[in-house]
C-alpha cells in the first residue's frame, strides 16, 4: 500500500504492535489477591504484591492456561519448556522494582493472525512473541497537586503479543486491535473491556520514502500507552503525516538509536515527544529465583487446543460462504460468540439462514442493546426464532408483525404461533376464505372495478383502493400476496 504524492516521491506507512491483554482470572499473577476494577484504592493487595520482603510468589495456573490458549489461537509455537526473569526498573507503581516478565523463552513465538480487510479478504500479520507477565499498578494524577498511587491492578495476569511490522494503515492496525478483542472474547480468557483498560496499544510506526529513486526510512517512532481502537488508528494517521513532513523538511532518516518514543493527546488530536534517542534499556534481565519454571506436557497442550472454539474470523468467512451472508451481516452475528451460536442453532433448528439473520440483526440486537445483554443471554429459545423466521417465510405473518413477536418472545416462555395468536397477528392465507371476501368487495364496488378493468387512468388508484377494502374487512390481517394475486386474478 504505497501512497503517490508525485511522480518522484511514494510513500509506504510501517506498522508494528505491542499488545497488553488482562487475562479474566479470578486472582492475581502470583497471589491470591481478587482482581476487582472499581474496588476502593489498595483495597486488593498483600505482601506479595506489595512486594514485602521474604515473601513468594506462587504462579497462577489459569493465567498460564489462558495465556497458551491465545498463543494457540495465535498459531504461535508453544514452548514446552519456559521460565519467569525479573524485569528491573523503578517507578512508583511497582513496589518492588521489578516485573516478573518472560524474556528469553516467550511462551509463544512465531504464530499469525488474520485480519478482515474488505470484503471477504483477509491479511496475515505475523505475531513475533507472546508471553505472559504481572502488570503494575496505576498512577492517579486526579488529586490536584500531587499525585498518588493504585496498587489494586499490581501484579494482574496480562499477556503481552508482539507483532512484526506487517501492518501499512492506521486501518490495519485498528483491524488487528478488533479483531484481537473478538478472538480474545470468543476463547472467553479476557473480558477485553477498553473502558475498564484491558487492552492497551502500542504502536511502533515509520514510512519507507521513495524520493527520485532513492529508498529512506524515517526513524521509528513508538506510541506509548493508547487504550482505545480510535486512538490508535488516529495517533498512526498523524505520525504516518507528520514524518513525513518531518522527511520533506529535513530529510532526518533512520540512524542507529534514534528511536523516540512520543504520547498521544487525545484532544489536540496529536502525537507529543517524550523522549528522544531512546537507547535500548538496560532492564538487567535474569530468571526469577523466586519460581520454578514451567514445563508444559503434551497431554495437556492437546487438552487446551482440544477446547479451542472455531475462531471468530473464520466463522464470519463460513456465514457468508455458506449461507449466503453478506460480509456486515456475517460481522454483526460474529461480534460475540454467544450471537454466533444463538444465529447457528437457529438455523439448525430449520430456521433460513438469511431470514433469522434479519431478525437478530435487526429486533435482536435493538432489544440487546436496550438491555444491556448480548443476544444470547436474551433467554430467547433459538427454536422459537426458527419457527417465527418460518412464519415469515410462509407468509403467516408479515414482516412487520414478526418485530412484535420477537420482542415478546424475550419474555415469555411461549411459542411464536401462540403468541401471534394472542396478538391477533396471524394471517388469512386460506385462498378460499380470502376468495370470498375479494368476490364481496367487488360486488360492493361496481365503480372502481370499472376504472380497473376499462384500464383508464384511475386503473392503479382503484386497484388499491379495492385491496384496501379486502384488508379492511379482515382487520388487516389478510395476507396482502395472496389477495392481490386473487384480485389480479378476478380483474384480468
Ligand atoms: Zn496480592
Redesign the pocket.
Known amino acids: 500500500m504505497k501512497t503517490k504524492m508525485s511522480n518522484d516521491l511514494q510513500y509506504k506507512v510501517i506498522v508494528g504492535l505491542e499488545i497488553h491483554v488482562q487475562l479474566c482470572t479470578r486472582s492475581?499473577m502470583f497471589?491470591?489477591?481478587a482482581v476487582e476494577f472499581g474496588a476502593e484504592p489498595n483495597s486488593?493487595?498483600?505482601p506479595?504484591?506489595?512486594g514485602m520482603p521474604g515473601v513468594l510468589p506462587v504462579m497462577n495456573k489459569q493465567a498460564l492456561e489462558y495465556a497458551v490458549t491465545v498463543a494457540l489461537a495465535l498459531n504461535c509455537e508453544v514452548a514446552k519448556f519456559t521460565r519467569w526473569d525479573r524485569k528491573s526498573y523503578y517507578y512508583p507503581d511497582l513496589p518492588k522494582n521489578y516485573q516478573i516478565s518472560q524474556y528469553d523463552l516467550p511462551l509463544g513465538a512465531k504464530g499469525f493472525i488474520e485480519i478482515p480487510l474488505e470484503i471477504g479478504q483477509t491479511k496475515k500479520i505475523r505475531i513475533i512473541r507472546a508471553h505472559l507477565e504481572e502488570d503494575a499498578g496505576k498512577n492517579l494524577h486526579t488529586a490536584g497537586n500531587f499525585s498518588q498511587v493504585d496498587l489494586n491492578r499490581t501484579?494482574t495476569a496480562l499477556l503481552e503479543i508482539v507483532t512484526e511490522p506487517d501492518m501499512n494503515s492506521g486501518t490495519e492496525a485498528r483491524a488487528l486491535a478488533v479483531e484481537l478483542q473478538r478472538m480474545v472474547r470468543f476463547l472467553g480468557v479476557s473480558e477485553a473491556d477498553m473502558q475498564k483498560g484491558h487492552m492497551r496499544f502500542e504502536p511502533n510506526i515509520n514510512l519507507i520514502v521513495t524520493k527520485d529513486g532513492s529508498e529512506y526510512k524515517t526513524p521509528i517512532v513508538e506510541v506509548k500507552n493508547l487504550n482505545s481502537f480510535r486512538a490508535l488508528e488516529r495517533s498512526i494517521d498523524y505520525e504516518a503525516h507528520r514524518q513525513l513532513d518531518e522527511f520533506l523538511e529535513t530529510s532526518r532518516t533512520m540512524e542507529m538509536g534514534n528511536k523516540s518514543t512520543r504520547g498521544w493527546d487525545d484532544e489536540k488530536e496529536q502525537t507529543i515527544l517524550q523522549r528522544e534517542k531512546e537507547e535500548a534499556h538496560d532492564y538487567r534481565y535474569f530468571p526469577e529465583p523466586d519460581l520454578v519454571p514451567v514445563e508444559l506436557t503434551e497431554k495437556w497442550l492437546s487438552d487446551i487446543r482440544s477446547r479451542l472454539c472455531e475462531l471468530p474470523i473464520k466463522k464470519q468467512i463460513r456465514f457468508v460462504t455458506d449461507f449466503g451472508l453478506s460480509n456486515y451481516d456475517a460481522g454483526v452475528l460474529t461480534a460475540e460468540r454467544s450471537t454466533a451460536e444463538f444465529f447457528e442453532q437457529a438455523v439448525k433448528a430449520g430456521g433460513d439462514p438469511k431470514r433469522v439473520c434479519n431478525l437478530l440483526t435487526q429486533e435482536g440486537m435493538r432489544l440487546a442493546k436496550e438491555k444491556g445483554l448480548s443476544i444470547g443471554e436474551l433467554r430467547i429459545n433459538p427454536k422459537h426464532v426458527a419457527d417465527l423466521a418460518k412464519m415469515v417465510d410462509k407468509g403467516d405473518v408479515s414482516a412487520s408483525a414478526s418485530s412484535s413477536i420477537f420482542l415478546n418472545l424475550s419474555e415469555s416462555d411461549k411459542g411464536p404461533w401462540a403468541l401471534a395468536g394472542e396478538l391477533n397477528l396471524i394471517q388469512k392465507s386460506d385462498a378460499g376464505e380470502l376468495e370470498k371476501i375479494v368476490e364481496q368487495v367487488l360486488k360492493e364496488n361496481p365503480k372502481a372495478v370499472e376504472d380497473v378493468t376499462s384500464g383508464s387512468k384511475k386503473s392503479k388508484k382503484a386497484r388499491g383502493f379495492l385491496l384496501g377494502q379486502v384488508m379492511q374487512k379482515t382487520k388487516g390481517q389478510a395476507n396482502p400476496k395472496i389477495v392481490s394475486e386473487i384480485l389480479s386474478r378476478k380483474l384480468s
Do not use: Y
Open positions: 492475581k497471589c491470591g489477591c486488593r493487595v498483600c506479595v504484591c506489595l501484579g
